[in-house]
Structure formats: C-alpha cells, structure tokens
C-alpha cells in the first residue's frame, strides 16, 4: 500500500477512531488464571478471590479441574477422585466396552461399587500444577530475526528452558506461545493414568437430541458421564492396577443444588482447545466464503451417507457412532459460525477496526497490507488443503492405505522392527474395529470423485484421472483394495511382524499407490507452498498482535485459547437470537417430553424417566416451579475442549456442566459478540436427577458435599 493510500484512509475515516475508543469494559475473555481480572470478576458478583481459583502453593480450584484425555475438561466431585465430564467426551471410552449384548450406550451403565468400574487403557487426566511466564527467556533479543533464525532460537531456548526446570517426581514440562508469540509459558503437569468409567446415562439422555439438536437452544440433554481417578497407594499417578486405590485430591467442588437465576454470575475453568480472536478482516472473509463451505460439502457427503446406513443396521450404528459424532460436531458448528459471521456483519466491523488502528498508528497499514497480500495468494492453496485433508480422512479406506504407507516409510530406512510392526499392527487393529468395508468403498469412490473436481488439475495422479465417473472408481476399488478392507493381511503376519516380502505387497497395491501418489502431488504442488505461507502470515501475525496491543491501549487482551487452562466468566442470561425471537436461560424435562418421539434416533426417551416424570416424582431436584431443571445458558465465553468444564458460582460450587455453544454463536471463536454467544450448560440438578432416578446410584451422590 502507497504512502498516498495510507493518508488517504487515515483522513477518509478519523470518525472510525472516536467509534473505537471506549474500549474500558472487554466483553467475553479467555483469561490465564494467574491474570484474572478479579476486579471486574468481583464487581460482577464473584465471592471467591483469584488464590481460590489458582494458587499453586496450596489447594485451589484448578486443583480439581484437569485435562479430560486431551481433548476435554473435567471436575473432581468427590473427596474419593470421582470425575465429571461430558458424555460426549468419555464417548468412545463408553463404546469400547459396548457390544450388541451389552449396549451401553444405548442402556447407560451404572457401577454398584469400586470393584465395577471399568478401566479404560490410555486414558488420562492432567492437572495443572504451575504456570510460569518465561519470555524474557525465550524472546529477549530475537526483535530483528528472520524466520529461520528465530524458529532456530525459539527451539533451542525452549529446550534449555524444559532441561534445567526444577519438577517433582511425576511432573512434566510443556511451553505455550501466547498473544501470537509475544509471550511464553511454562506449564507444569501431573498426569494420571488409571482412569475407569463409574456411570454414564442412556445416550437418550445423554445424547438426546443428537445431531438435530446439537449446537441449538433450547436444548435437553443430560451430557455428561462419570469416571474415577485412580492413584497408587501412596496417591502418586501409576498406570493400571488392580492395587491402585480411589485418589485423594486436594480440592473437590461442592455441588449446588440451589439453583441458579438469570444475570447470576459464574465462571467456567478449562481448556478451550483453540480460537483466532485477532485475526485481518481477510482472514474473516476467506473462513466465511471459501474454506468453511468446503468443509461443509465434503462432511455434508460422508454424514449422508453414513447417517443412512446407521439408521438400518445397528452394528453399524454401533460402530460408526462416535466417529459420527466427532464429524457431524464441527460440520454443524462451520454452518453456524458462517451465520453468525454474517449475522453480526463481522468482517466490516473487523474491516473498521482496522481502520481504527490506522488512525491511531499508521504502521499498522503496512502490517494489514502484507497480512491480506499473503491470505490471497494462501487461498487457492488453502481450499487444495481443506479437500485433501477432508477427503484423505474421510475416505476411510485412503485412512488405512496411510497407515500401511507409514509402514512402507519406516521399512525403507530399515527401522520397522518388533516394535515399530506392533504399533501399526495395532493402529490397524484399532480401525478394523469400528470399520465396514461395504459403506466405505461406496462413499469413497464419491469423494475420491470430489477430489478431482475440485482441487487443482496438477494435484491428480494419473491413476485417479482414469477413473472418470463414480461406478469406475467404484468397481476399482472393489478389485484392489481387498487386503486394505480386511484384517486378513495383518493377522496373517508371521510373528507379528513385517517381511520385506509383505513390504513388497503393500507397496505393489493400486490403492495404496493411490494416495501416496495423492499426496505427493498435494505436498509438492499446493502443501509446502501453503506451508510456508502459512509460516508467513505467522510472523507478520505476530507483529500485526503486538501492534493491536500497543495502539488499543484501552482494550483487556487476553490470549487466544491454545488447549491450556483458562477462565471465563459472565452472566446467567437468556438471548435475543433475531428480530422476534427470544430465549429463556433455562430449559425443563417438560421439554425432553415436548420432544419425545417413541423409537426415533435421537429423541427417544427411557420408560423410566416417562414414569418417573408421570408421576412428578422430582424428590430434591424440582425448582421453586416444581420442574426439573435440564440445561441453562450464559455469557460465558467458551469454545472446543471447554466440553465438560464446569460452570461455578460466585462461591466456588459447581453449578453446570458445559458441554455446547449456541448455534447463532458459534463464531464466538473468531469473532466473540456478547448479544449473540451463549455456552449450554448441563443443570447439576439435571446430573444428579439422573444419576438417582435413572442409574440407582445414590451411593455416587453420597460421596459429594451438596449445597441445598
């Protein structure tokens, strides 16, 4: 951009900068917890102080909040490690241990006693015990780097730091870039490895609604589930054990049962797994028109055709539900988020506040024209690189042909040995498991037939330009991916292992050859080039960060959510969605009623819980109207891994489970509006109604500290 352009817009829109400059109160926020805003927190209603929250000399909240798996948050409700999360987060934990005989997720399972509880291989929770802020360690010095040069540094100071921190016996050591690599901090974990399933509803209440109502209000479901942590007898982490005893944790939340009222204020604490709050407006605009609709057609393609067959055959339903689950939540969120983009007119408002920047520090200019000069010449790469990951994912059969292609790989620098033939073996295993060939090669000839329309023309192998027309692609698949449908071949492997011999067949198989050819030409013709791009735009992001933060001093910034624990507060509060349309912030089981339908997929209800609502028999759970509460709405600004984190009152007492966003508010990841965004919490009411009524299991609520 010209020096003329730039004083141009500087003196064409000084208005903007009187429009932009009361920044004093900052709406939404995912705040560190050693950088609360316990002012404004206090002054909403908060009773708790910021050393409750995290403190990590002595018991503290964040003492019974850990990382659910990696993926979700979870509370500690029990002084005996008892867990609650999401029923979508312990998911495919709950289908690991169903089967057509024993459904549990279709008929919930309820632990009687400790000796009941199933464990669960490779899961995991990781509590915070630490956070430090290390960038004069990491950034002193590096202003003028080049990119190279600083990725060199930033890696070697990262190590040195990792080496010489102090850790207790079973702690481990992380470092997160925050504010777009302004500033760093060092994490301190302790992971616990012996997790079981105590309780978890029927997924007609736990999944009620399933995909129709997912990411809407007003919604009905009982999302959750419930797990123990398990300690060696010293309460130290260990692996899986018949000896490990119930942990003892440091803090455990009380659970409310007083219900909650609208303008109310609480606070959710967890791990929000990602948003882009401080994104060009370019960046907006290229989401909304170009890599969100692909995204959408694509998993459009697989959730029909998966949706179909799940519908008929319950084997497939068994199989296919939590992979279904997991593509179907992002789908109707990209749908949402667009609406709400457009909605809220956010990228001329993010076009505006750019402006704003311009007039208060015309360097900034430069910054946002470089910044749009690179998403456009990212584009075309970018939309190459929705379709191939879309499709190299979704075409369950190209998922196995990588697997075997990572065999080939390692094989050829001789490194697949026991070990390494045992891993992809069970990499294989684990597929075979929740995988039918016959849905599969039919929806993978589609997409593969996708791909070739919409990608690149020099993206194709020769062999995917032969098969011109779905039955073609279809018919070849059916000849050569046979030993890629079947566990046939691994289980036919002498001792467990690869030969040179079954190298040599992989690596002749047409399938195969397929999408290592696939990606080959994607990564030598579109992925570097969208790479280093995208390594561009990262560092000029970077500086664009710092600017914001150095030209809008009046404005609170807090870090994009990056999977690392976080505080967010707000307001019980209901929502005007459109002109005419209002929400209240509470829903009833007089609602689960309102949407019961008898055998239907997702609004099925239990005998039980319709006698039970017959006959009004609520016990302690009823509010002051004589209903049972279900789920609630809040101000809260949340996003993915927030799943399971619970929502606390203003006394520090659990009093939600969040478990879901609005839909009209999804965008809350790249573009958080207060008038809009609502997160969906279960009621605790809700949570402890089912687990009496529905799983018998009053000796769970007789370990908790109830606040009535």
């Known amino acids: 951009m010209n020096k003329y352009k730039i004083l141009k817009k500087i003196a064409g829109l000084a208005f903007v900068a009187i ?285 029909k055709n998966w949706d179909e067959k799940m519908r008929t055959e319950e084997a497939i339903k068994i199989k296919y539900a939590s992979k279904y689950a997991s593509l179907a939540n992002y789908w109707k969120k990209w749908i949402g988020e667009n609406q709400g983009l457009e909605r809220s007119d956010a990228v001329k408002k993010r076009k505006d506040y750019e402006q704003f920047l311009i007039s208060k520090n015309p360097a900034t200019a430069k910054t946002i024209a470089e910044l749009e000069d690179l998403y456009q010449k990212q584009a075309p790469h970018a939309l190459n690189k929705v379709y191939f990951d879309e499709i190299s994912r979704g075409a369950e059969i190209l998922r196995v042909a990588n697997i075997y292609s990572s065999a080939i790989d390692v094989a050829s620098v001789n490194k697949l040995d026991a070990n390494g033939s045992k891993r992809v073996i069970n990499a294989l295993k684990a597929f075979y498991k929740d995988y039918d060939a016959s849905l599969d090669l039919k929806l993978s000839a589609k997409l593969l037939m996708m791909y070739s329309k919409k990608v690149s023309p020099d993206l194709l192998p020769e062999e995917l330009k032969l098969l011109s027309d779905e039955q073609k692609c279809y018919d070849w698949l059916q000849k050569n991916a046979a030993i890629l449908s079947d566990p046939e071949f691994i289980n036919n492997l002498k001792d467990g292992t690869f030969s040179a011999e079954n190298i040599n067949t992989l690596k002749s198989n047409p399938v195969i050859s397929l999408f290592r050819n696939m990606r080959a030409r994607y990564v030598e013709k579109s992925g570097n080039a969208n790479d280093a791009l995208q390594t561009q735009i990262d560092l000029i992001q970077k500086r664009y960060m710092a600017e914001q933060m150095k030209t809008d001093t009046q404005k609170k910034y807090f870090p994009d959510a990056n999977s690392t624990l976080r505080v967010t507060y707000g307001r019980v509060k209901g929502s005007n969605v459109r002109d005419g349309v209002s929400y209240h912030y509470q829903t009833y089981l007089d609602g689960v009623m309102e949407k019961y339908k008898p055998g239907d997929y997702e609004f099925d209800v239990p005998v039980e819980l319709i006698e039970i609502y017959k006959n009004k028999d609520f016990g302690q759970y009823a509010d002051h109207t004589g209903r049972v509460p279900v789920a609630f709405t809040a101000t809260n600004h949340t996003t993915g891994g927030n799943s399971g984190s619970p929502a606390i009152d203003a006394k520090g007492n659990l009093v939600g489970l969040n478990f879901d966003r609005q839909w009209e508010g999804t965008m809350s990841d790249l573009n958080y509006d207060p008038e809009i965004c609502r997160n969906i919490m279960v009621d605790t009411r809700y949570v402890l109604f089912i687990i009496e009524k529905i799983g018998k299991a009053t000796w769970l609520i007789d370990e908790m500290k109830l606040v009535k």
């Open 19 to 303: 429009s932009f400059s009361t920044h004093a109160q900052q709406s939404g926020g995912m705040w560190i917890p050693t950088e609360i805003n316990e002012t404004e927190m206090k002054a909403m209603g908060m009773k708790v102080s910021a050393k409750d929250i995290f403190d990590p000399m002595k018991p503290s909240i964040e003492d019974a909040v850990p990382q659910f798996n990696g993926g979700c948050t979870s509370e500690i409700i029990s002084p005996n490690g008892l867990l609650l999360t999401n029923h979508h987060c312990g998911y495919s934990m709950i289908q690991s241990h169903s089967s057509v005989d024993h459904n549990y997720l279709k008929n919930g399972f309820w632990a009687k006693n400790y000796s009941e509880e199933l464990p669960n291989p490779g899961a995991h929770v990781a509590f915070i015990t630490d956070i430090i802020d290390i960038t004069p360690k990491i950034l002193t010095g590096t202003e003028n780097m080049s990119a190279a040069e600083l990725g060199k540094t930033l890696k070697e100071r990262m190590e040195d730091v990792l080496k010489n921190t102090p850790k207790g016996k079973f702690e481990e050591l992380e470092i997160k870039p925050m504010y777009a690599g302004n500033k760093y901090y060092l994490y301190k974990k302790l992971i616990f490895k012996d997790i079981r399933l105590v309780g978890t509803p029927p997924e007609s209440i736990g999944k009620f609604g399933s995909d129709t109502d997912n990411w809407v209000w007003p919604r009905h479901t009982g999302d959750f589930s419930i797990f123990r942590i398990y300690a060696n007898k010293n309460n130290e982490p260990a692996e899986y054990s018949a000896e490990n005893v119930p942990y003892k944790p440091k803090h455990f939340l009380p659970v409310s049962i007083k219900g909650i009222k609208e303008n109310d204020f609480t606070f959710v604490y967890g791990f929000p797994g990602r948003t882009n709050e401080y994104l060009p407006a370019i960046a907006l605009e290229k989401t909304l028109k170009e890599t969100n609709p692909a995204r959408i057609e694509v998993r459009d393609l697989i959730l």
